[in-house]
């Protein structure tokens, strides 16, 4: 059974950093881009980014480029994502995803077919 299980979220001052970590288990991910979402309270989830199976190629939101870094490690099956300058609109429940159709870093949410329950950040100005 594939599981995805987020962990490294909390409460941050803005301008402060986080990093989320995504074990998954119940298979081989490394074939298989990986992805981070968030949602905020009353907002339809968004994506963050995304990175190739290979991790050489990554995706990222308009909102997060140069603050947020996404990356893998295949051999613990595990994707990061490292998130600097964090401001109070980041505060959100972040959901990492993958699915075995796909190597390249998709940004829609609904190729995923593999969720975790999700971390909460908050960001406090």
């Known amino acids: 059974q594939v599981q995805l299980v987020e962990s490294g979220g909390g409460v941050v001052q803005a301008g402060g950093s986080l990093r989320l970590s995504c074990a998954a288990s119940g298979g081989t991910f490394s074939n298989y881009a990986m992805a981070w979402f968030r949602q905020a309270p009353g907002k339809e989830r968004e994506f963050v980014a995304a990175?190739?199976?290979?991790?050489?190629?990554?995706v990222y939101s308009d909102s997060v480029k140069g603050r947020f870094t996404i990356s893998r490690d295949n051999a613990k099956n595990t994707v990061y994502l490292q998130m600097n300058s964090l401001k109070p609109e980041d505060t959100a429940v972040y959901y990492c995803?993958?699915?075995?159709?796909?190597?390249?870093?998709?940004?829609?949410?609904?190729?995923?077919?593999?969720w975790g329950q999700g971390t909460q950040v908050t960001v406090s100005s």
């Open positions: 995803a993958t699915d075995r159709r796909f190597r390249a870093p998709i940004s829609a949410s609904y190729v995923y077919g593999y």
């Open positions: 990175v190739k199976w290979s991790g050489e190629t990554t």
